[in-house]
């Protein structure tokens, strides 16, 4: 038989001529054995001769564009079994070579990542051709934003086989503050062009001369695209925090710090004024006489202390202070009020709830004038924050990463009564470290004034 040649996909013919050399008339079957056989077919495959006659069939090779089937040469069999005298039986033989072709399929996954600096991706490549190939794996970006490293940087494939490369993507630098910044890139996974070694012409030497290439150009599929989000380092809501308490120092050393001292002045001369107008009423209100008066008797003093003069007879005073006796006794302010704060922390499982208290101390009472409410993972799900008996709000996960509230008048909590947030949570978010969260993560941070219970 022939030598024939085909293409994975497409067809190829061939003849074999069946003569019947015996003195009966003979029916031959005929079948194509070997390797060969899952993709031939004969036409007919049966044939009956009379003695002496001879008939032409065709044979009929459609390999499938598949990995299975290698490129190369495939032996090629031909049993033709006679049905009078099956010991004649005949094996023609041949050779049926298969055409390479080069396919890649590549995918990755994630196609976006998120993170601070850089992310890691997952880049799977498959070799759908017919020949053994090395593949290089190339990233491209528009800018020079971006450094993408592949490990490995190459990788031989079987037909058929199939491989994960690791992507690191990396950011040449920090986002401090402002908007989230998305960087687009390209991932190719191509056909490794072969290295060509140097050949000497004649015996003197001379230039190198390059090999012509053989097989198939190299394969050079479309890129596949990704995407880096790159976030900032600290949130929005910081900054206008900072902002805010920037504003209030600025404030605070701008007006009210003058009037503080304005007003500590002021209070400074009325005392002052005060106290030398009670000396010189007292003053005043000496009763004449002592060492110089014309009745040679003694007088009656104020001592600074409140007590009579060693000299005087038996005389009394009032000191300075609120009580009685050598300096008086003194009375301060009861303080029972503070500024206090509590954070209410919850964590929980997908499709579970869970809920975190803060309870109010005996004896006090809690003005509260501030909540805020942190879902740093983005997490989906259902919060609800209730006051004592007063459900404050109930509200979507999925809708906020921080919310705050403030109250001018204060929602007094009493003693012993809790602050509930509770939490169901729907699914995990995930966090700027770009790996899904295990759960979901709450934190409920509500601050006011504590005060002493009034009895």
Known sequence: ????????????????????????????????????????????????????????????????RSSDVRAGETPLAVRVLP????????????????????????????????????????????????????????????????????????????????????????????????????WPFEVEAAEAEAPVEAVEVGTGGGKPARPEPAGPDLLRPEPVPGEFLQVPVLPKWLLIVLAALLALLLAWFALVRPAVQSTAKQAVTEAAEEEAARNEQQQGSATPGGADSPGGSQGQGTAPDGSGTPGGNGGSGTGPGTGTGPGGTGTGGAGGTEQSSATIDVETRAGAEEQGTYQVPAGKVFGITDLVVANFQGDEGVLTISFGERKITTIALETFRNQDYHWVTPIQIPENATVTAAVTCAKPGTPATGTQASGCHQVVNVSGVLSDLAR
């Not at 060969?36 to 001879?54: D, I, Q």
């Not at 005298?85 to 976006?112: D, I």
């Not at 850089?118 to 450094?147: C, H, I, M, S, Y």
């Open 83 to 182: 049905a009078e005298h099956p010991e004649s039986v005949v094996v023609p033989e041949g050779t049926v070579t298969v055409e390479p072709y080069h396919e890649l399929r590549t995918e990755l996954e994630p196609r976006r990542r998120r993170g601070w600096l850089g992310a890691r991706f997952r880049t799977a490549v498959q070799n759908k051709g017919n020949t053994p190939v090395d593949v290089a794996f190339t990233g491209k970006q528009a800018g020079e934003e971006l450094r993408l490293g592949f490990t490995p940087g190459r990788k031989r494939l079987e037909p058929g086989e199939s491989a994960e490369i690791r992507l690191k993507v990396r950011a040449g630098k920090l986002i401090w503050f402002g908007a989230p910044v998305t």
């Open 1 to 64: 038989m022939p030598r024939v040649t085909v293409s994975p996909g497409g067809t190829a013919t061939t003849t074999l001529t069946v003569r019947n050399d015996g003195d009966i008339v003979e029916a031959y079957t005929l079948e194509v054995v070997g390797d060969c056989a899952a993709w031939s077919t004969v036409e007919p495959a049966r044939v009956s001769l009379y003695p002496g006659t001879s008939e032409t069939v065709t044979l009929t090779f459609a390999p499938p």
